[in-house]
């Protein structure tokens, strides 16, 4: 027992009240502390991932970091990182960052740092996240990337990438229509849609792994049930036609005299091609203007119409006359048209034939007497130096 002060002025409920206060702070602070860490752990670790397994130069790239012991209030995440000469430093209230990852093919690393109070935490290492940056080294594309093509019948993709391309590369096919189909980068697909309509074919090159994306590209494909579009033109510039005309009068006396004519001959259609592989004719006619096509059929090889036959009605000062040619060998020159100029032109066109009309003139009534009459036969034809032969089908599904 230790002795009572004589101070008997002390009043014992004052004397509890400053240790009460004190008991209540100490109280109040420790209900907002996690729980107690590892008696061992000096210093917390930060912990750095991303949000890809495979980072390419030029993604958008979020880096997480997890704390073993969360930051006091008011304290910020220090990220900094430089790569490649682009260094850049920033602070975040959330833990995490997104960085712009800069185009370079090396390794990148990030740190990450707990500031309190405007400097390092000593409780907290640096978190850091190191891996190597892949480099995208070209432009991948469809081939066709637009196609104008028929229900039912198969077309043929390919993909084309201006790059490297790793060995365990594939290209994944999606054609817009559910289907769905993986292919080495060489490979040339097929595939045949079933119903008419527009599709947008989209190839993604990528590399083994959920997230491996190299390159994406989408292609317009549009299915009919006959490929649509203005299909065929043709011009004939600098062919020499020379004709015999043969003029009837109403007496019944027939005269015989030399025309010579090296206008333009033109002709065109509106309507559909059908295509058997690289054949193709036109299924019907339609009258444009003066010119219309009668006919048409022919044969493309590669980047050339290997033959193509055209019969034609042209007006004109030889009145409904008709054309029939056969040409061959013609180069193609741009997307959808074909060419051939000056005396190459005789080559072209292995096979001519021109028909004159007959019409009738005027009779008055009560005329019995035969009716006047005109017509043109064929007796020459030749190139002259300037000609030039110009085919255009346009909507080509070769193209």
Known sequence: MYPVPENNNLDPQKMKAPYLFLLLLIIAA?????????????????????????????????????????????????????????????????????????????????????MTNGRADDAYYPGGFRAFVNKTTGVLSIVPDTAYWDVGIPLALSASYEGRIANEAMVHWAFGDGAELAAAPSDIVQHAFTTPGVYAATAILKLPGSDS????????????????????????????RTYRREYTSSSGQTSYSDVTRSDTITGSSAEFLRWEGDAFTLMSDQVLGSDFLRSCGGLLEGSRIDTVRIQSIV???????????????????????????????????????????????????????PRPSTRYVLKSWRFLDNARILITINHDRRD
């Open 213 to 240: 994306v190299i390159a994406s590209t989408t292609g317009h494909i549009e299915i009919g049930s006959l490929t649509p579009g203005r299909f065929l033109t043709f011009t004939i510039i600098g062919l020499e």
């Open 30 to 114: 420790c209900s907002d502390m996690p729980n107690e860490p590892a008696p061992d752990a000096s210093r917390y670790e930060l912990t750095v991932v991303a949000e890809y397994e495979t980072i390419w130069s030029g993604d958008s790239i979020r880096f997480i970091v997890t704390p073993e012991w969360p930051p006091s209030q008011g304290s910020v995440y220090r990220w900094e990182y430089d790569f490649c000469g682009h260094r850049e430093i920033v602070n975040t209230g959330e833990p995490a960052v997104t960085v712009l990852i800069p185009e370079c093919e090396d390794v990148f690393a990030i740190e990450v740092t707990v």
């Open 315 to 369: 007006g004109g000062i030889l009145d409904g006359h008709s054309i029939s040619m056969k040409l061959s060998d013609i180069p193609r020159v741009s997307d959808h048209q074909w060419m051939q100029t000056g005396m190459n032109c005789a080559a072209s066109l292995t096979e001519y034939a021109d028909i004159g009309s007959v019409w009738g003139g005027v009779r008055m009534p009560g005329d019995t007497s």
